[in-house]
């Protein structure tokens, strides 16, 4: 499959193929379908922008699987539709769209996540670590790399864990609910503090990750694998 030179490769496996782009290319409006213009007919221009090209890199992502051009419209929590036998993830920040799916046979689930690198607007991280922990955790890693804004990397890590749980266990998880632990590494470890989904026959208490900062953003990735 492989994602060669991407930003979203350094944060996926190879089974996990990836489109992105830093720009909205005019050519992504031809490839929009009639359901998915309807979508968005009544968006801001900003909002349409980030839905066509977000949509034209899975569709080169999905490219790379073998599949042909599809719709992906939304589910009612705004989950992204993938075809059957795929899972999935999109995201999309200021300069930054990008796409990852994979064969549901070689991966359970995938989310992604991308954010300016920039420290999080004030008061927002109490809400997103309530854990004293995790804050403490911050701190430290502050300490050993002043240059990373940590606060954004946790932030991004749990938007990813988002995006994976839901498809899974098809109900909300909360900033509170999921214990994250960020590596130096690139690393994260986030334990679930709710009842988790059963996959595999077992039920799902935590999800690894990965995290990068580069090109003036954060790119963070939960992929679940089989076995
Ligand atoms: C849904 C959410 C994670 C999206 O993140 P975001 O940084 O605002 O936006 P992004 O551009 O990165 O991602 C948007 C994409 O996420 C995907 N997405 C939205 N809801 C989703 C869901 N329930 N499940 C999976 N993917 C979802 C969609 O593909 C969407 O793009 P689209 O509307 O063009 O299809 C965020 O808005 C949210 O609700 N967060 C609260 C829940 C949370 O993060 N809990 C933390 C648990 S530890």
Known sequence: VGSGGTLLGRVLPDAVAVAERTDDPPEAEAG????????????VPRRQAEYRTVRYCAREALGRLGFGPVPILSGPKREPLWPDGVVGSLTHCAGFRGAAVARAGSVLGVGVDAEPHLALPEGVLE??????????????????????HWDRVLF????A???VWY???RRWLGFEDAWMTLAPDGGFHARLLVPGPIVQGRELTALDGRWVVADGLILAAVTLLPG
Do not use: Q, T, W
């Open 161 to 163: 864990v988002y995006k």
């Open 127 to 148: 809400r997103v670590a309530e854990h004293p922990g995790e804050r403490a955790g911050l701190a430290a890693l502050s300490g050993r790399d002043p240059d990373v």
């Open 32 to 43: 929009m379908f009639d359901a998915e213009r309807e979508a968005v007919a009544r968006a």
């Open 167 to 169: 498809p899974l266990a």
């Open 156 to 159: 991004c890590a749990k938007e």
